[in-house]
């Protein structure tokens, strides 16, 4: 009867209460730290730009978000996932980071361990070439998105 | 030090900063204490009014400040409390005829002869705020259970803790208790939560508040009404005893009279 009588009288979905919550977390949120969202969203775009210079990024995943305790105690949280070529053993991970020495910040670093990883495929454990497999599949698509959006954002 | 100075505070307008101020002054003294209660908004004086006190007023703040009137001369004794008494705002000036030091000038003198001073503070963050809180020993900040009073609430807040005031106690005013039940309002937990101050007063939206002031009567002189039972619990709160948090409840609305009686409950 109580349930009837709530539905009836369109009771029992969110109220503007809460509504009104959420809209004072996220506008004091920036009024404390000064930063108004759109800025804020500028802010990750471009520490996000800097860190795809250096990493492969998944970047359907990243999450930078500002965290407030209370008043006075804010810090930005970045939880950023990076694509990792695990190193089957010591001398092949000494090599890998040999080369990614060597390459820099360059382009070309990508494709080197790229191939460095699959030529080790053979000597890895199957639990190992699981996870490699898996990763492999996951980063060659978004190493290519990556490219495409690293030349899109030099032009602009 | 002697007696202590209470500045109440908002940021926004209209939240109901001078009606506290009003009914905690009533509230203290009905409780023994010698309370001068002060009107620093000045150029819109209002406390007078409130407090039914406006066709005594002779010298202002201003006037005390600049010279023109003693102290004693300036103060105006309630009508029903002997020892409750208003210095009111001037109503032809701004808020930069006085300074936060000509603030803690006057209090320091009350200090001797009194054991609170109430400060109602204008609205907004400027000067008008800094006079009223350069003195203050402890801030308590009105808001009403809506987003604007709470974001300025926030920053009011935000400006006493770094003005070492802080942290301030919280009076919220006018719950509507039933709009809370239907989720349609903001309610004491919520306001806390985002906040994150301790909360010394929850004051029910009660019609009698508007009687009060169309008759400069405060609420809290009214024995019916629960506003005026909120406030006078803050008072007692404020000069520490520990009070339970009134049953805002009991005035169930028609809609859960009618569930409970067809619930059988």
Known sequence: ?156 | MGGKVVTISSGKGGVGKTTATANLGISLASLGKRVVVIDADIGLRNLDVIMGLENRIVYDLVDIVEGRSKLRQAMIKHKKFADLFLIPAAQTRDKMAVSPEDMVKVTDELRQDFDYILIDSPAGIERGFRNALEPADEVLIVTNPEVSAVRDADRIIGLIEAADKGPGRLIINRLKTDLVKKGEMLSSDDVFDILGLTIIGIIPEDELVLSASNSGIPVTLNLQSKAGMAFNNVARRVIGEDVPFMNLDENRGIFQRLVRLLDGR
């Open chain 1, 1 to 156: 009867m109580t349930n009837l009588l709530s539905r009836l009288f369109g009771r029992g979905k969110k109220g503007s209460g809460a509504t009104a919550k959420d809209r004072l977390r996220f506008v004091l949120q920036h009024d404390r730290i000064n930063l108004p969202p759109e800025r804020m969203e500028e802010m990750k775009r471009e520490i996000l730009a800097v860190i795809v210079k250096y990493l492969v990024v998944d970047k359907d995943r990243v999450e930078i978000d500002l965290e407030q305790r209370d008043r006075s105690h804010s810090k930005l949280v970045a939880e950023i996932p990076v694509a990792i070529n695990t190193p089957p053993s010591v001398s092949n991970s000494a090599n890998q980071s040999a080369a990614a020495g060597a390459n820099g910040a360059n382009n070309s670093a990508d494709k080197d361990r790229a191939a460095d990883a699959d030529g080790n495929e053979d000597a890895q454990t199957d639990d190992a070439v699981d996870a490699d497999v898996d990763k492999e599949t996951e980063d060659a698509p978004i190493e290519q998105r990556e490219n495409g959006e690293e030349t899109k954002d030099a032009k602009s």
